[in-house]
């Protein structure tokens, strides 16, 4: 009864409820992960066969020695002038080194000026009073030993 009519058809006439189409996209979303799944599963059997994507272990790199001399990787690496503004998506300035320089300079200065008043206050302890040690002003005095009994 149905192969006469087409699926556009059969769409316009009967449309998918919600919850149909809900299913339907959670049926397209599973069949796409099941067809990455099985690409990857080739990919890995491909690469079972020969190890020609593998280079050479740590160990035989090392045993290897160093061959030439060491040079900076100047293919992964982007030369950067933080002297330069640098343009943001919507093409307005940005100072990126500078921010990040203020934001440094006021947390240094923070740590600076705690660590300053931990030193004052410590200080102010131990030279008002005299005699006192550094240790809540408790007087120093020889500890108490048992006498050697012989």
Same mark, same amino acid.
């Given at each position: 009864l149905l192969h006469g009519i087409s699926d556009n058809a059969i769409d316009e006439n009967f449309p998918p409820t919600a919850q149909e189409a809900a299913e339907l996209e959670d049926v397209e979303a599973f069949v796409e992960m099941m067809a990455s799944f099985a690409d990857q599963e080739a990919r890995e059997e491909r690469a079972r066969v020969s190890f020609d994507h593998v280079k050479k272990r740590w160990e035989t790199r090392r045993a290897d020695g160093l061959i030439g001399r060491?040079?900076?990787?100047?293919?992964?690496?982007?030369?950067?002038?933080?002297? &330069?503004?640098? @343009?943001?998506?919507? /093409?307005?300035?940005?100072?990126?080194?500078?921010?990040?320089?203020?934001?440094?300079? +006021?947390?240094?200065?923070?740590?600076? &000026?705690?660590? @300053?008043?931990?030193? /004052?206050?410590?200080?102010?302890?131990?030279?008002?009073?005299?005699?006192?040690?550094? +240790?809540?002003?408790?007087?120093?005095?020889?500890?108490?030993q048992p006498r050697k009994a012989n």
């Open positions: 060491p040079r900076p990787a100047k293919h992964s690496v982007e030369p950067v002038n933080h002297n &330069q503004p640098k @343009l943001s998506s919507s /093409n307005e300035l940005v100072k990126s080194s500078e921010v990040h320089s203020q934001r440094m300079l +006021l947390k240094h200065q923070k740590l600076h &000026q705690k660590d @300053l008043e931990f030193r /004052n206050k410590h200080m102010d302890m131990g030279a008002n009073k005299k005699g006192a040690s550094s +240790l809540g002003g408790h007087q120093r005095r020889p500890i108490q």
